[in-house]
DNA sequence: TGCGGTACATGCGTTTACGT
DNA sequence: ACGTAAACGCATGTACCGCA
């Protein structure tokens, strides 16, 4: 353990640069930077049609600005949100931002409020496939940006066309999405100081390959976490079992090959650790098998954990 | 006028108990 | 062992009130 005043890295290889932004903000600072900031208003003063009207079908350029105008600093939380993470279900938009209510049936009742009044304004749109009736039922709604969303978030450019996902990429956006959830729950306890999470494509890393080539490492998510004088760094990679052994295999070896390139550790002192987050202990030994028999990646840039697991080894650190 | 909060209703999926 | 129905859990809806 080093004194607070230096900043040290928990380990030798560990960086000592500070990220961008704490999460001292609501949720995450690459969710804030996708707005236009200029506009201060904490308060919806768009007028919602009824129910029965359904989404707007024309929004021109000048409404368009009137309602960006008009969304309050947690409208654009929830918006950005749902933009970083493509798909989030109304509990998962409860957790991230409506988990200071008075008590979480009114924290989900004003969740599902302003998802419906984003809906009516076509900013928003749940998925079809939905488990349950028409009114309600054991799945919650899962969430994706509307055609206007889509134009807010692109500086009014056309609308982009949005298609059902297919159920394991769906899955996979929202297990990231809960790694998220928890992650920042370990904030709001109090078990970690600080966390910093940085989600696709922005955590993404453009590298050089062996024989020259263009590759490009694309974590889950990045996270840098703050625990006493010292800061942790982690990629993160969750799988839910629906790749083969030598799909992560091939992963590991991508991030053996990002290693070697020095890049994150001339910019940060040191390479962060990569989690695998995986759904059985079984999986978790296979792959530790598979890794301790390759001879590319090394073992020891790796931990691995069952989705409950994650929580527990950021708040022990990386050490 | 919009938001926050509460109470209660609704209807679907899942679980469990029971009869065959 | 299997099929069925009731009980239960859950997400969502409506209605209403108070507050800023």
């Known amino acids: ?187 709001r306890s109090g078990d970690v100081r600080s966390v910093f999470v940085e989600c696709e494509p922005e955590c993404w890393r453009p590298f050089t390959g062996p024989s020259g080539e263009r590759r490009v490492l694309q974590p889950d998510l990045f996270l840098i976490t703050k625990q006493d004088s010292y800061l942790d760094r982690w990629f993160i990679e969750v799988d839910l079992g629906t790749e083969s052994i030598n799909t992560l295999l091939r992963k590991c070896a991508q991030y053996e090959d990002y290693r070697r390139t020095g890049v994150e550790q001339s910019s940060a002192g040191a390479f962060p650790l990569v989690v695998w987050q995986l759904p059985t202990q079984e999986r978790i030994s296979r792959l530790a098998d598979a890794i301790a028999r390759s001879t590319t990646p090394l073992p020891e840039l790796f931990r691995f954990v069952l989705p409950d697991g994650l929580a527990p080894l950021v708040i022990r650190g990386a050490a």
């Not at 969304?71 to 998962?92: C, F, G, K, P």
């Not at 957790?95 to 009742?109: K, L, N, Q, Y």
């Not at 900013?123 to 939905?130: N, Q, W």
Request: contains cysteine.
């Open 1 to 187: 353990m080093s004194p607070d005043n230096e900043q040290q890295p928990r380990q030798p290889e560990l960086p000592v640069a500070l990220p961008v932004a704490w999460s001292s903000d609501p949720v995450n600072p690459q969710v804030n930077r996708l707005f236009d900031s200029s506009t201060e208003t904490n308060r919806t003063s768009f007028s919602t049609p009824s129910p029965a009207a359904g989404p707007r079908r024309q929004v021109g350029r000048r409404q368009l600005h009137r309602l960006q105008a008009s969304l309050s600093d947690r409208d654009r939380e929830v918006i950005n949100l749902i933009a970083v993470h493509r798909y989030l279900t109304t509990r998962q938009v409860e957790a991230f931002c409506f988990h200071d209510h008075a008590s979480p049936v009114s924290g989900a009742r004003s969740a599902r409020r302003v998802l419906r009044r984003l809906q009516e304004q076509g900013l928003l749109k749940p998925l079809e496939r939905r488990v349950g009736g028409i009114r309600a039922g054991s799945a919650s709604y899962v969430w994706q940006l509307g055609s206007v969303g889509h134009r807010l978030l692109r500086a009014g450019s056309n609308a982009k066309r949005t298609h059902e996902p297919s159920p394991r990429f769906l899955a996979h956006c929202l297990a990231v999405a809960d790694t998220h959830i928890s992650l920042l729950a370990t904030e």
